[in-house]
């Protein structure tokens, strides 16, 4: 059992009780963190009141439970007792209410799909829907109704041949500006699974391999006809008769938020320190695994806490700030990096502490709104972080420095309790003497006597002062990103002093 002291938990910003992504997060009371409802699931306790009886419900009787003593919910088909879980859920009972006896897959998956509720919930469940369920299940083709013909001119086709010793899968996209982001494959236990991102759908090809294959899975882009070849080595050199036995979601173009997480199992290599609570985390992709996480994008980790699945996003990182910007940071394709505060009382990052060299821990595919396009045509980039809120930023400094040819300057404000929080410190001054576009401007909230710089939190006379534009007319993108408050007050701040929504980016869950 985890030693967590339930009284003191969640702390008052803990993450469950501060509201990420723009959503309300209500206080919790004591008593009521994740750990809790982890030990209340495992207490043996009827949570259903059905005594583990499970049932098929129609949607008469779930309309039926719509009190706050009495709440189902369907998800996916599936219907849950969410009465016991109400004190539990950090966006607080009034928003759990608003699904009380009606299928609420849409309003989750707007809020947050990444959230294991089937572990979470598991206790909780009462049965499925005896009709169908008025949302689609995950992985469906959707309705192409309105996008209709639009969609099927744009969706990939596949295709597959062999060799005495290799499968090829070609995966043809219809698009001319395919590249390495775009693609993520993973071939385990000769399930093979191609994800392919076009705008904001995805095509899946997805089977079970009619033989075994190796480990090693290549993969090519010809970038500019959008063909993508997927390459696997036959592990017996047989004959295929086919291709192999199509899983569900195999050959569907769907909407990307309407496509299940995938996870792989990926293993830490290594764990460095950054600063006294801050640890950098290399993980290890399978090398059947074709993954590039693009800038400005999180991944979910996913762990199992005491039985209960546990979900936490974090967005990779480089393992060290480049400092020259001639050539883009190659990236070797093997490994993920990240770089994480350990919370002293946090659930998840405590369990992530624990971990050992050579464990394996859940990598999923990445997600996130931010899109390179958006730094391309650049004049002045003004980067705001607070914290880990440093973390989007890296991927972001390094490629604007190295790929926008008109950016006149880099500025970051880095905000932070005392010096010893500031993550890659002497990097980032390194970079300031290297690179002339490039500005760093460290702001304590809690500094010691000693400190001469900047001190506060952030304010509309601290953005005043630093966020200015180079010249009357430059084309300008603010990114800011830390904790919710920090992040919220920032864009109203930036707001006031007139920037437009256009020139502000604030990274959320
Ligand atoms: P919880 O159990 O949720 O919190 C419990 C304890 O943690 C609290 O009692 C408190 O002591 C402490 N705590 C949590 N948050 C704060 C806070 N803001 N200020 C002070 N104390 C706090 N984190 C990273 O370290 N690196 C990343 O790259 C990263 N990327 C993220 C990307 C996104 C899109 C989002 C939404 C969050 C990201 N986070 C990142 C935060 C991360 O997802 C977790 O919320 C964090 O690791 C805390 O998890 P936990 O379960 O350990 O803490
Ligand atoms: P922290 O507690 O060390 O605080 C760092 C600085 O943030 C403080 O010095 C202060 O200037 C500012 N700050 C903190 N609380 C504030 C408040 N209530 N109002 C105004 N300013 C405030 O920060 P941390 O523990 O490193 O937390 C980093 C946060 O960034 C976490 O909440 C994490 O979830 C978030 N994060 C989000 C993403 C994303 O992409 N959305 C990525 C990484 C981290």
Known sequence: MLNVPPQAFPAPRSQQRVSAGGRAKVPLKPGRSLMDWIRLTKSGKDLTGLKGRLIEVTEDELAKHNKKEDCWICIRGFVYNVTPYMEYHPGGEDELMKAAGTDGTDLFDQVHRWVNYESMLKECLVGRMAVKPIAAPKGMVPEKKGLGASVKDLTPSYDWFQTDNSITVVIYTKQKDMNAELVIVDCQDKRLRGEIIVGDHSYLVEVDLDHAVQEDVAVNIAEKVGKIEII?????????KMLGQ???SHNTFIKRTDRGLFYRKCKLVSKTEVTH??????LMLPKSTHLHVPTGQHVYLKKNIAGTEVVKPYTPVLPFLPLDFKE???HDGAHIYLMIKIYSCGLFTQALDHLQIGDYISVSNPEGNFKKSQVQTLEDL???AAGTGFTPMVKLLNFALTEVSCLRTVKLIFFNKTEDDILWRNQLEQLALKDERFEVQF??????KDWVGKQGKISSSLLSEFVKISRKDSKVLICICGPTPFTEQGV?????LGYSQEEIHAFTA
């Open 232 to 240: 696997l080595k036959k592990k017996d050199n047989v004959h295929w």
């Open 246 to 248: 199509p899983l569900e």
């Open 277 to 282: 609570d801050t640890k950098l985390f290399r």
């Open 328 to 330: 883009p940071f190659s």
């Open 382 to 384: 003004f980067l705001l």
């Open 443 to 448: 702001i304590l909230s809690q500094p010691t």
């Open 492 to 496: 109203q701040y930036l707001k006031d």
